[in-house]
């Protein structure tokens, strides 16, 4: 630890800024990608999960029991392997994308489901007794219902999402803490791991942090919205039923 | 108008629909009574699909509801008010009202207000159409789903035990604005167990018990003579 007060050894890192702001470019890009992968992922496979349809059920099951059950680093170990045995090459962004889209799609399933059977049937049933269709109903009554209760564990998948491009490291990435980690070994820019690592999670908290302020926030104000509607006037045989229950 | 025949539905190893008959016509005035788990609900949620039944025909305006066509032909035949109101809380009343006759119904903004605003003063509630349904009584939740269901302008409306989860005070502003719309040529199915409207407005009256019709009849043989042994034990237990 002694670098981390050797004037030196953040020179070092200064000089070399180039390499920092550059994993950051590739983890943000590799994040943005996958997230937009996950959320595809997340609506179609939460989506079928409620759908009411056994087989589809069994799909999105599958998919999600699968993907939250085994490692990251596996599913992105296997993905770079196999696809680099089939003779094929992705490229170490697409890889990334592809690894951390699927994982993160699975959570987000399972976020997208949760929000939807949050909503009591009776809303479905009404939309269906005047008539709205599927995408109707999910577009003006339940997804709007919905997104109150998704919002706040999704955000917390987006900074999962981005902290995790540094398993990328595993296969050889460009990502942050790739970047971070040759440039603390290398041959000619070693030595610096405290300053390096410090600016390094620096560039990652001044991501997420604001998101998970928000994510807090969001959950707050839904709470008290809860217990607003919770205090509203309830009528007296549904008090009698609480009572009962 | 609504014809269901030799409908059976089993939730899993129970039957709870058995071989029921039963056809309603144009603007008649049906009430359904029963004790409990007799069918009730059921019966009617078979008229909408709510529940699909597990065989047997469902015939509105002389078309058969099948799974493929129910949503075409729900949306241009038949409303339903429930018992737990089921209005749509992320919405004013206002917006609950227009929505169906707006994406539904074809109607513009204007058009789906000046519709909203004539059944609100038909429910007496003109005045709570910015309000949000959470912030109404139970009363006051039913009239505003009763006038959206009127929105819908279709010729069959359902309802669903529409009393039973109110307060004893606001029973009756409900029964009044029932009361008056059955003096309307619309068809109405009623599940109740209020049986001074059901002597009231009812045409006919059909008695469930364990998922079959087991009495039906005008309300005056019914409340004076019923034949069935079941039917007169209920209306000893229910009127007094």
Same mark, same amino acid.
């Given at each position: 630890m002694a670098e981390l007060f050797e004037a030196s050894a953040w020179e070092k890192v200064w000089t070399y800024r180039d390499t920092f702001l550059l994993g950051l470019g590739n983890t943000v890009e590799t994040a943005l990608l996958g997230l937009l992968l996950a959320f595809v992922l997340g609506a179609v496979f939460g989506l079928m999960a409620t759908s009411g349809v056994k087989a589809l059920k069994a799909i999105s099951r599958i998919y999600v029991e699968i993907i939250q059950n085994t490692p990251l680093l596996l599913q992105l170990c296997f993905l770079y392997y196999a696809i680099a045995f089939a003779g094929a090459s992705l490229g170490i962004l697409y890889t990334g994308v592809l690894s951390l889209g699927i994982y993160h799609g699975a959570y987000v399933a399972e976020v997208i489901r949760a929000g939807i059977e949050a909503i009591p049937k009776g809303q479905f049933e009404a939309a269906r007794s005047q008539g709205f269709g599927y995408a109707g109903t999910m577009l003006y009554i339940i997804l709007p219902q919905s997104i109150k209760i998704i919002l706040p564990p999704m955000v917390n998948q987006v900074v999962n999402l981005i902290k995790n491009t540094s398993c990328l490291y595993i296969v050889g990435g460009a990502d942050l803490i790739s970047l971070t980690y040759s440039f603390v070994t290398? /041959?000619?820019?070693?030595? /610096?791991y405290a300053p390096a690592y410090i600016v390094s999670g620096v560039m990652f908290f001044v991501i997420c942090f604001p998101l998970s302020t928000l994510a807090s926030r969001w959950e707050g104000s839904l709470k008290k919205r809860e217990s607003r509607v919770a205090a509203a006037p309830k009528t007296s045989a549904e008090a009698r039923r609480g009572a009962a229950v | 108008m609504i014809k269901l025949e030799n409908v059976n539905k089993f939730f899993g190893d129970l039957h709870?629909?058995?071989?029921v008959n039963l056809e309603v016509a144009e603007g008649e005035k049906l009430v359904i009574i029963g004790p409990?788990?007799?069918?009730k609900s059921t019966t009617v949620r078979c008229m909408n699909f709510l529940e699909e039944p597990t065989s047997g025909h469902v015939y509105i305006d002389g078309e058969e509801l099948t799974n493929h066509n129910k949503t075409k032909v729900v949306r241009q035949t038949t409303s339903m008010v429930f018992q737990q109101f089921n209005?749509?809380?992320?919405?004013s009343v206002l917006r609950n009202l227009t929505l169906a006759p707006m994406?539904?119904?074809?109607?513009?903004r204007k058009e789906a207000e000046e519709l909203a605003y004539h059944y609100l003063d038909v429910v007496g509630l003109r005045d709570k159409a910015h309000a949000y349904p959470t912030t109404l009584s139970g009363g006051q939740q039913q009239r505003i789903a009763i006038a959206r269901a009127l929105c819908a302008e279709t010729k069959i409306i359902l309802f669903d035990?529409?009393?039973?989860?109110?307060d004893p005070e606001t029973i009756q502003e409900v029964l009044d604005v029932m009361i008056r719309l059955a003096k309307e040529n619309i068809t109405m199915v009623v599940v109740t167990h209020e049986m001074g409207f059901a002597r009231q407005v009812a045409d006919r009256i059909v008695f469930m018990a364990d998922g079959q019709i087991i009495e039906e009849g005008k309300p005056e043989h019914f409340f004076v003579s019923p034949e069935n042994e079941r039917v007169k034990q209920f209306l000893g237990k229910i009127i007094r």
């Open positions: 290398g /041959a000619n820019t070693g030595g /610096a | 709870v629909l058995k071989d409990s788990g007799s069918g209005l749509y809380p992320h919405m994406k539904l119904h074809h109607k513009s035990e529409p009393t039973s989860a109110l």
